[in-house]
Structures are given as structure tokens and as C-alpha cells.
């Protein structure tokens, strides 16, 4: 059968209109699949060896290639058992098995297939650098110890170190700035997207041994060694960071009793304004020996018990706590917090966490109250006798009798940081943000591993929208075509 040239024209016309149009389909369930399709999972786990305690954090995100970003969340955070790993002096092979529990809990969580692409760091913070600068050998001793056992187990370990008091305060400003979206965000359309508005928050961090703030100030940062600059999506920061050693919660209190025991020569008990009247303890010598912040001379010779009596008073608690700082030395210069130290004046909102939250938390106090509320409050709680004290706060023993202390030291820190009544608002007392415990540990994996890109990303998915539409527009010229054609073979029938 022979077909006439219409036949054939309308015949060729359909193939090229198929052939296009099963390209485009093709194209778009390629493009589509590696839309819909979920992405690799990958994980990162954190150890943060603080003072006090360890703590393991394992990080989940969904591998994302186009832009090397992705939304990080907290799958796991994991308090290791014991104390600080710098407390195993004694027999550091100890540190490295105190590991072992939170290790074994993170690794259930991750499919075995991916144990080997797991990335895993141990950072140490004050506790290690005291024990450093006292005893360099036992601390490299504690650090090979948990190296061991992470290096026998089958993540990918990249090392364990003691971090700088600068790193800690940085990475945690990387933390809560990533976490808040205060870099890049992430919006729920799936683009990438800077905040127009620029403010990045401060943190104000407060361990047992040391305590830190990082902000990004309004001026240049005039002495370097306090500046670290990050250059992230795209844009500069500057950020200022001072880590005060010995001024952590434990450190400080330790100070402050070794102060008063001084203070108080041969006589016995020794009387302790921030304990609540009616508070008796017996504390064994290890109060005072063994702490690398506390002056041999403050220390008693030989070691001894020591009977200390609460009396519950405010105003002396403030006056003990405010001599453990240098406050003339600052006298009269803007650019000064404390002990000489310099501090740009203060910038933006401020996020203050671990035991500035864990003070501020038991005193109801995280409800950004006034300043004047924050010290009636603390007043009130340092006069209410120890017996009633006891009475309200059934099964909360282990940090009871310091909350009084703590309150009245972190007012007196936050003071000498320049937090007036007027910039007192701008604190937020918090243990989590964007779903992931405020601290050092997230910055410091994501600097580490280079996930986030010193210069923006390309949008998320602007690139696939734009072949969705060019696939749909050209299927609709496509099928217009096909339906051309067919008309005219209607309208002109067969001669
Ligand atoms: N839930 C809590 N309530 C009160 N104090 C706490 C709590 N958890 C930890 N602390 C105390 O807060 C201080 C700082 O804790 P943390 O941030 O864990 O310190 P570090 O980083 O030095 O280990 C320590 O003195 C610790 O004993
Ligand atoms: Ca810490």
C-alpha cells in the first residue's frame, strides 16, 4: 500500500513528536528519581571529654553531593559514666573503657555497613589542659588510652586531642549559629538561602574548670590572639573569643572555699556565707589537694578533713565570690572585662548554655526575667534555710547545696562580661537549639570535615526546577504538535 506525502509527513511528524517525547520523560524520571529518592544517611560522632564528665554526641545528616551541606541533626547524646577522663590519673587505661557503654549505644544506632564511614573525634577541654600543664606525661598517657580503644573500634577515627580554650568558644559560636540558621538556612522549600539580616548570636559557655564567651563585635578585634575569623557561605566573621581557665563552676567554687579557709585561719568549722544556714558538711581533704586552680598556700598542711557550717548569707557570699576577680584592673576602660583582659563591648543576643543553663534552669530563672528579679530571686533562695531547702527538692542532692554559690557566680561573672540591666534581656539561657545540645561539638565536626563551604552554596534545587520546566514545556510543545498534526490530517482529508 502506497501512502501519500501527507501520510508520510504526519507518519514522520509522530515518530520525531514520540521520540522527543520519551527523551523528556526519560530526562524528567532521571531528574526526578535523584530528587524523590532518599539520600545516603552519613553520621559523625562527637566525644566532648570536659572536666566533669564525657559526653558522646552522634550526628545525623542525609549526604547531600550537590552542595556538600545538609541539615544536621542530634541523633544520640550519650553521658559517659564516671568522671572526667581527667580524673584517671591514676590508672588512665580506665578512661579509655569508660568509653566503651555510650560507644556500643551510638554504634547500634548506625547500620553496620556504614561503622567504617563514621567519623569520630575525642576532644578534651580544661580538665586536660590543667592536667597538661601539671603532668604532660599523664596526660598524653590518658590520651593514648581512649586513641586505643577508638582506634580498635570500627569507626573511622581521625584522633583525640585537648582542644585550646579559643576552640571551644569558636566552635561552639559555629554550633548555635549553624543551628539557628544564622549562617545559611535551610528553608522548607528545599533552597539554600541567606539571612538577609545579619546576627549571628554570642555564646557564653561554663564548664567546671573553665568558662568562655564568643561573639562577633561591632569593631575590629584589636588584640589577634583573641580573633578567630571563619569564612562561611559566602561570608567573613570575625570572632571574638576568651576562655577564662579556672573560672569554670567547680574551679571557681573550689577557689572560693580555699578563700574562706584562708580567710578563717585556725578557726573551725570554717563558716561558708553561700551555703544555706543550718547546711553542715564534712569535706575530705580532696576539696582542696589536687586542684591545679587553687593556690598551695590556700591548701592545709598535712591534708585533712574539713567541717564547714553554712550561715546563708547573700551579701558576704557576693562579697567572697566578687575577690576572686580582678575588677579594678579594668576600672574605667570600655575595651576591659575583668583581670585585665581585653573584651570588645558586647554585641547581638547571647546564648548561654551548659552550666549557665543548669544554674539558671533550677532557679526558674530561664524565662528571660529581669535583672532585678534574677538577684531577688537568688537572695531569697541563698536565705531559705537548708532543712526547708532539703525538703523541696526531693532527689535533686548532688548539686543542692551550691545552686546559692553558682547563682551569685554567674551573676558576678555575667557583671564583669559588661550584661548591665539594660543587656540583660539579650540572654538566652538554653541547653538545645535547632534540636542539637548547644557546645562545642557540632562546630567542631563541621570545621573539621569541611562541611561547611567557605563560599555559598548554589541554590538547592533551583537547577532541578529548571529542567522540570523545560521538560514540561517542551512536552506540551510536543503533544501540540502531535495534535497539530492530527488536525490537519482531519481538516484536509485524503484526495
Ligand atoms: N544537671 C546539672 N545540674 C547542675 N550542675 C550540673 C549539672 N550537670 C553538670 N553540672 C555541673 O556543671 C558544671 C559544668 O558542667 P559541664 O558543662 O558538664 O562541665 P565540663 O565541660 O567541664 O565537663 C560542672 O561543675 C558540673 O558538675
Ligand atoms: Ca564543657
Redesign the pocket.
Known amino acids: 500500500m502506497s501512502l501519500s506525502w501527507k501520510e508520510r509527513a504526519f507518519l514522520a511528524l509522530l515518530g520525531a513528536a514520540t521520540a522527543s517525547g520519551l527523551t523528556v520523560l526519560i530526562l524528567i524520571l532521571v531528574e526526578a528519581s535523584s530528587v524523590l529518592l532518599p539520600a545516603d544517611t552519613k553520621f559523625g560522632i562527637v566525644f566532648?571529654a570536659?572536666?566533669?564528665?564525657t559526653?558522646l554526641f552522634l550526628y545525623q545528616w542525609q549526604a547531600d553531593k550537590k552542595n556538600n551541606s545538609g541539615v544536621i541533626s542530634q541523633a544520640l547524646a550519650c553521658r559517659v559514666e564516671g568522671p572526667?577522663i581527667s580524673s584517671y590519673t591514676s590508672d588512665p587505661t580506665q578512661a579509655g573503657e569508660s568509653l566503651k557503654g555510650c560507644l556500643g549505644e551510638a554504634l547500634g544506632l548506625i547500620p553496620k555497613a556504614q561503622h567504617p564511614d563514621t567519623a569520630t573525634f575525642l576532644g578534651a577541654?580544661?580538665?586536660m589542659r590543667l592536667l597538661s600543664q601539671k603532668n604532660g606525661s599523664l596526660a598524653r598517657d590518658i590520651l593514648a588510652a581512649v586513641t586505643r580503644v577508638l582506634s580498635q573500634s570500627p569507626v573511622d577515627f581521625w584522633g583525640a586531642e585537648i582542644l585550646t580554650g579559643q576552640d571551644e568558644g569558636s566552635f561552639a559560636w559555629i554550633t548555635i549559629n549553624y543551628a539557628l540558621g544564622r549562617l545559611v538556612k535551610y528553608s522548607s522549600s528545599g533552597e539554600w538561602i541567606q539571612p538577609a539580616e545579619w546576627a549571628p548570636v554570642g555564646v557564653l559557655?561554663?564548664?567546671?574548670?573553665?568558662t568562655q564567651i564568643s561573639f562577633v563585635p561591632m569593631a575590629p578585634i584589636l588584640d589577634q590572639s583573641t580573633q578567630t575569623t571563619f569564612r562561611l557561605y559566602g561570608r567573613n566573621y570575625s570572632v571574638y573569643t576568651h576562655s577564662y581557665l579556672c573560672y569554670?563552676?567547680?574551679a571557681a567554687l573550689g577557689r572560693l572555699l580555699a578563700a574562706l579557709v584562708q580567710q578563717s585561719g585556725p578557726q573551725r568549722p570554717v563558716h561558708h556565707p553561700c551555703y544555706h544556714s543550718g547546711y553542715q558538711v564534712v569535706l575530705p581533704p580532696a576539696a582542696l589537694h589536687g586542684s591545679s586552680c587553687i593556690p598551695s598556700s590556700a591548701v592545709l598542711e598535712p591534708p585533712r578533713n574539713l567541717t564547714v557550717l553554712g550561715t546563708g548569707n547573700p551579701a558576704a557570699c557576693l562579697a567572697a565570690i566578687r575577690a576572686l576577680f580582678n575588677f579594678s584592673s579594668c576600672a574605667g576602660q570600655r575595651e576591659c572585662a575583668f583581670n585585665g583582659v581585653y573584651q570588645p563591648p558586647l554585641r547581638g543576643r547571647f546564648y548561654a548554655f551548659?552550666?549557665f543553663y543548669?544554674?539558671f534552669s533550677?532557679l526558674n530563672l530561664t524565662s528571660r526575667q529581669p535583672l532585678g528579679t534574677v538577684n531577688t530571686t537568688i537572695w531569697e533562695f541563698c536565705q531559705r534555710p537548708w532543712r526547708l531547702v532539703e525538703a523541696s527538692y526531693p532527689g535533686q542532692e548532688?548539686?543542692l547545696c551550691s545552686f546559692c554559690a553558682?547563682g551569685l557566680y554567674v551573676l558576678t561573672l555575667l557583671q564583669g562580661y559588661g550584661f548591665s540591666a539594660d543587656t540583660w534581656p539579650s540572654i538566652d539561657f538554653e541547653e538545645q537549639a535547632g534540636g542539637v545540645d548547644i557546645g562545642w561539638t557540632l562546630g567542631y565536626m563541621l570545621n573539621l570535615t569541611g562541611m561547611i563551604p567557605a563560599e555559598a552554596p548554589a541554590p538547592g534545587r533551583a537547577q532541578s526546577y529548571g529542567v522540570w520546566t523545560a521538560g514540561v514545556v517542551f512536552l506540551v510543545l510536543t503533544i501540540g504538535t502531535v495534535l497539530g498534526a492530527g488536525a490537519v490530517q482531519l481538516l484536509w482529508p485524503q484526495e
Request: without cysteine; charged residues 20%.
Open positions: 566532648d570536659g572536666s566533669s564528665h559526653s572526667g577541654t580544661a580538665g559557655d561554663m564548664g567546671g574548670a573553665s569554670g563552676r567547680d551548659s552550666d543548669h544554674t533550677f548532688r548539686w553558682a
